[in-house]
């Protein structure tokens, strides 16, 4: 069975005011959904819905085909505007510790070293360099080679391409692309074009509406 | 089990290399007990009798001072969202959070009590007593203390409201820790059942706390 993540009808409200409401897409294994719309409109905001850190007011989420004895959240990789690097570990300590923390067993873990996952992501020759001293768009791709650490099925990026040179946008271009052939699936909001092969638009408007 | 380990060590490895929050405790937990000699006068009789319950105080408020960074530090840099996409059920992260916290702040501030007690003139055959009870009581405050800093992750002025929630709820520990180490000092009361009482407190904290500090991270990541 073909695994698809999939919202009917759902809302969510900050405060008094509905950020979205009566939303519902679905999306496919290898396909990507590109959030795009103004900012404000909850591009964000669903995507921390699906990563499960905020509880829609309605509707409801699911993910079919997924490991039942799992959430939806832990079938993720969310990767949000802060990296969650730190400063005073070296890049290669940052990386060992996300692959240890976010592998439940050696299943989970892919071949290969975490080398593989700098390697990917150009920061092979810094990884003793406390993460402290990398730049803003060194940090971004150090956020985003945790993406390759563990296999996860659902990537959940916000802002990806946020401080990247076009160098790393290519090689996430790649990253992803290579990801949903292998079956993955990809929720992105983003402002830019993206490029890779099944993709389907979402635009989310700003929302006006009232919470009654 | 590994998430676990994987994030305990982790906080240990940052509160040895941002070693500044330990430096500022043991510092702090210095001069508490250095200053109060000069203001109560040089009554070294008066100094060994209220020695147990200074050594408690003043490390009460040095553990304190660590307390707001706990989760701060991961919620700054977003890890503390990675955390909860994690495997690991956020209870586990928090309980390893407390433990990591106990092992790098309370611990080292117990093992500094003894030697402070000679500045107070505390009784020799106290000293077991008091290294006991520090170490038997103090999970207590690291882990009330972690549902006190879960509570007040975004607040603004989050680390005086932490000294208003957690210093109520120590007073037992307190008590009890004082109360042990006295009794043998005096050699008037017995030492195991105030200190049982110690222990009984500790683990029920050990064991509530995460429950409480992961409801408490769910509803500040909202």
Redesign the interface.
Known sequence: MQMQLAADELAVTRGERFVFSGLSFAVSEGEALILTGPNGSGKTTLI?VI?????PAAGELRLEAGDAE?TI??H???V??????????TVL?NLE??R?????DSIDRLPGRDGAALDAFGLLELSHIPAGYLSDGQKRRL?LA?LLLTRRRVWLLDEPYASLDAASQGILDAVLDRHLRGGGIAVIATHQPIDVSSQRELQLGVGEAEAG | MRPFLALLRRDLKLAMRDGGALGTAMGFYLLVVAILPLGLGPDLNLLSRIAPGILWVALLLSALLSLPRMFEIDDEDGSLEVLATGDAPLELVAAAKSLAHWLSTAVPLSLMAPFLGLLLNLDLAAYPALLATLIGGTPAISFIGAICAALTLRSRRGGLLISLLVLPFSIPTLIFGVLATTAVQTGTAEFGPPFMLLLAISLVSVVIAPLAVAAALRFQMQ
């Open positions: 921390r990563a499960g850190l905020i509880r799992r959240g832990q993720c990789h969310y949000g505007h802060r990296g969650a690097v730190k400063s005073s570990m300590e510790f996300w240890s923390f976010l592998a439940k956020g945790r």
